[in-house]
């Protein structure tokens, strides 16, 4: 019964910034591997970014990179996206997963729990 539950999400104008919550219970994650990914309308599920729950060590798409940052506060079992200088393709549904993997893994199929996800929406 473990779960994840993203929330944060909403609407906001490009330039703006946003902080996305994950809230990981049912489970210790502290092996696992926690990762962001999105999907836009129409488009595939992209990876946005990843942390290891134990180490802190993180990766970035380089679409995001300089502007997103992932972070996780192990006492409140959470993981955050901060999302910065939000652009209009940033527009998406954004999702929390994880991943058992022993590496930082970017496709969805090495991801074994998986969040309802939040919408964020940037307009001009």
């Known amino acids: 019964q473990a779960r994840l539950v993203e929330s944060g999400g909403g609407l906001v104008q490009a330039g703006g910034s946003l902080r996305l919550s994950c809230a990981a219970s049912?489970?210790?994650?502290?092996?696992?591997?926690m990762g962001w990914f999105r999907q836009a309308p129409g488009k595939e599920r992209e990876f946005v970014t990843a942390?290891?729950?134990?180490?802190?060590?993180?990766y970035y798409a380089d679409s995001v990179k300089g502007r997103f940052t992932i972070s996780r506060d192990s006492a409140k079992n959470t993981v955050y996206l901060q999302m910065n200088s939000l652009k209009a393709e940033d527009t998406a549904v954004y999702y929390c997963?994880?991943?058992?993997?022993?590496?930082?893994?970017?496709?969805?199929?090495?991801?074994?729990?998986w969040g309802q996800g939040t919408q964020v929406t940037v307009s001009s």
């Open positions: 049912g489970r210790t994650f502290s092996s696992y591997i």
């Open positions: 997963a994880a991943s058992r993997a022993v590496s930082f893994v970017l496709t969805t199929r090495d991801y074994d729990y």
């Open positions: 942390i290891s729950w134990s180490g802190g060590a993180t």
